[in-house]
């Protein structure tokens, strides 16, 4: 009775999840688009197909504003380095040995990029890299890349805009420059980015739920804003910079940008620490609500990236998996509580991955598979570090204990497979 039970169970979910993914490809994200792309209500003017801003690419303001001002800003470090104040990046020194007092390209020209930003760009467009990258990978793959960096280059725009209009209202002068300094790496990167896209391939548009997860988080208000900003965004960030930086064509930027993105995910955490966000915003459910409704467009944006990630040889839902351990983590420690338990919300995700699997594609099915747990060699060294300082020590040890005793219970191991080693933090 039970195993017939079970049978009808996963059958349920079988059809269940192919009508959702017919209702996704047929109506939902059709909907989604509309949504997002409504003039009334739309909060970033900005066109993802050619990734430029409604209104002109404002090249004059950018460049004349932006790039000139990052270009006059003297660093400390070289100017007085017996103050011990370490500002200065490399790009900076190479600057120095070509005479700049500053990081500004020299010569007489007003439009003048930084040189940190001439190096970026310069190593995302340059012959080595586009040589490296299509030597390396099938044109299927080199299409899933750019699929995968043109959607990270679409975020970068809305993060750009989501941290310049929080500049205003975060409270502290050293919250305000710390969301200055978020607001000119995320143009770094978005224009670095977008220059990689142009040079390797071309700028691929948004699915109608990508563009209606950033829309949402750029419509929100303050608090709500902070928490999809730099919790749900900068988490994703972290993980497909992760993921994208041994990928030949892409790895020489992508560690960089990797630091930038794990400093953006520790703001929320130092602000909170400092009394920020008050008590009703962490404990109200109404809060608690709309922090967990900002995740739905999250579930269509898996069956956008399955297909992407499998061409690539990677597991989508241990992508999503650690990606959710990390976003979780960082709202528990950033006073943006969601209105279930952490342990709770990565079990759940961890059954539906697993049922998914075990049910659609039993063929790759092995037993009960902790999805939230961190494959030895899995990030370099480095990034696993910076990570573990920025989220927690025990982030990437997984729920196994959990999964254990789930699977203990009225012995589900007979449907699962047998439990899983707890990993250790």
């Known amino acids: 009775m039970e195993i017939m039970t079970q049978q009808r169970a996963d059958a349920a979910f079988k059809y269940g999840i192919q009508g959702i993914q017919v209702l996704n490809e047929r109506f939902l994200d059709a909907q989604f688009r509309r949504w997002a792309d409504n003039p009334k209500h739309m909060a970033n003017r900005y066109d993802d197909t050619t990734a430029t801003f409604y209104g002109g690419e404002m090249e004059l303001l950018t460049q004349r504003n932006y790039e000139k001002a990052l270009a006059h800003i003297w660093k400390a470090e070289l100017i007085a380095p017996y103050l011990n104040i370490h500002d200065a ?25 930084t040189e ?3 190096e970026s760009v310069g190593i995302a467009t340059s012959e080595e890299v586009r040589r490296e990258f299509q030597e390396a990978h099938s044109p299927e793959q080199r299409e899933a890349l750019m699929r995968l960096v043109s959607f990270i280059t679409h975020g970068e725009a809305y993060a750009l805009f989501t941290s310049a209009t929080l500049m205003p209202v975060v409270q502290g002068t050293g919250a305000k420059l710390g969301m200055a300094m978020q607001v000119m790496e995320e143009a770094k990167h978005f224009f670095t980015l977008r220059e990689m896209c142009k040079s390797l391939d071309r700028i691929y548009p948004m699915s109608g739920a990508g563009k209606a997860l950033l829309e949402t988080i750029a419509r929100k208000d303050y608090y709500h804003k902070l928490f999809g900003m730099n919790v749900v965004l900068e988490g994703f960030a972290t993980s497909i910079f992760g993921f994208l930086e041994n990928q030949p064509g892409l790895r020489h930027i992508m560690r960089g940008f990797h630091m930038d993105e794990s400093r953006h995910s520790a ?10 966000i008050p008590h009703h915003v962490t404990h109200s ?20 990236f399955k297909p992407l990630f499998e061409t690539l040889g ?5 992508f999503f998996g650690k990606t959710l351990s990390k976003v979780s983590r960082l709202a528990e ?14 079990m759940g995700a961890n059954i539906l991955f697993n049922r998914w699997v075990r049910v659609l594609e039993p063929e790759k099915y092995e037993g009960f598979r902790d999805y939230t747990l961190l494959g030895l060699g899995e990030l370099s060294e480095d990034m696993e570090m910076r990570e573990r300082d920025v989220f927690g020590n025990d982030i990437f040890g997984g729920v196994g204990s959990i999964i254990n005793r789930w699977l203990a219970k009225q012995d589900r191991r007979a449907v699962w497979g047998g439990p899983i080693a707890t990993a250790k933090g």
């Open 89 to 113: 990046s490399k790009a900076d020194y190479v600057a120095r040995k070509g005479g700049a007092v500053t990081a500004a390209a020299s010569g007489l020209d007003p439009v003048v990029l």
């Open 116 to 118: 940190e930003i001439k």
């Open 267 to 276: 703001f929320p955490q130092t602000y909170a620490k400092l009394g920020n």
């Open 285 to 304: 459910a109404r809060y608690k609500w709309a922090r967990a409704m900002m995740f739905v467009p999250i579930a269509p944006l898996i069956l956008e």
């Open 314 to 318: 990677y597991d989508t839902f241990a």
């Open 333 to 346: 420690n950033s006073g943006f509580k969601l209105p279930f338990e952490r342990t709770e919300f990565l």
